[in-house]
T-cell receptor
Framework: GENVEQHPSTLSVQEGDSAVIKCTYS??????FPWYKQELGKRPQLIID?????GEKKDQRIAVTLNKTAKHFSLHITETQPEDSAVYFC?????????????FGTGTKLQVIP | DAGVIQSPRHEVTEMGQEVTLRCKPI?????LFWYRQTMMRGLELLIY????????DSGMPEDRFSAKMPNASFSTLKIQPSEPRDSAVYFC??????????????FGQGTRLTVV
């Protein structure tokens, strides 16, 4: 089955700095990579996703990059703000030949220091 | 749509008691997932359904756990008997499958279970 590793487990940055979270996956057939943000006491919510036919995707201050050859993908948050403080989860799944379960990374606790 | 609805939000029960968690997925979604979240193990997929049929229950920790989906708008996760190590937040999520690609999973607000 798929194995997703996520680093770092905790990350502290100053407000305005950038934050980068990295994930690796094991199944080369995985082709859908969502990122979820979970604020304290709340549900995980999708913030951005990327499919294997693109290498980068941006949405305002967040971006995700994908390197299929190396089997890793990263989340980049620029100009961090205190409200970015949360736990971020990466995930990987296969989308062809029938639905495959999404495998989550272990999460990164991001703290943005004002 | 109100999103994925879970009940109860909080449950405190004594060891050995039966616990039933409930979930109403988003209308039109054909996949339903049950996850367990703990500090030690993160987000673990317990079981998922497609069109009300269980597809993969390999994540169910043991026979004390069971899940059902009698129709497209309702699912339950039952623990019998409950144990203190079952204490966790249980999330239900739903999504739909776009032919050859997955789509995002929408999570419910979770049920915080405490077994004393």
């Amino acid at each position: 089955g798929e194995n997703v590793e996520q680093h770092p487990s905790t990350l502290s940055v100053q407000e305005g700095d950038s934050a980068v979270i990295k994930c690796t996956y094991s199944d080369s057939a995985s082709n859908y990579f969502p990122w979820y943000k979970q604020e304290l006491g709340k549900r995980p919510q999708l913030i951005i996703d990327i499919r294997s036919n693109v290498g980068e995707k941006k949405d305002q201050r967040i971006a995700v990059t994908l390197n299929k050859t190396a089997k890793h993908f990263s989340l980049h948050i620029t100009e961090t703000q205190p409200e970015d403080s949360a736990v971020y989860f990466c995930a990987a799944s296969k989308g062809t030949g029938g639905y495959q379960k999404v495998t989550f990374g272990t999460g990164t606790k991001l703290q943005v220091i004002p | 749509d109100a999103g994925v609805i879970q009940s109860p939000r909080h449950e405190v029960t004594e060891m050995g008691q039966e616990v039933t968690l409930r979930c109403k997925p988003i209308s039109g979604h054909d996949y339903l997932f049950w996850y367990r979240q703990t500090m030690m193990r993160g987000l673990e997929l317990l079981i998922y359904f497609n069109n009300n049929v269980p597809i993969d229950d390999s994540g169910m920790p043991e026979d004390r756990f069971s899940a059902k989906m009698p129709n497209a708008s309702f699912s339950t996760l039952k623990i019998q008997p409950s144990e203190p190590r079952d204490s966790a937040v249980y999330f239900c999520a739903s999504s739909f499958y776009l032919g050859t690609v997955n789509t995002e999973a929408f999570f419910g607000q979770g049920t915080r279970l405490t077994v004393v």
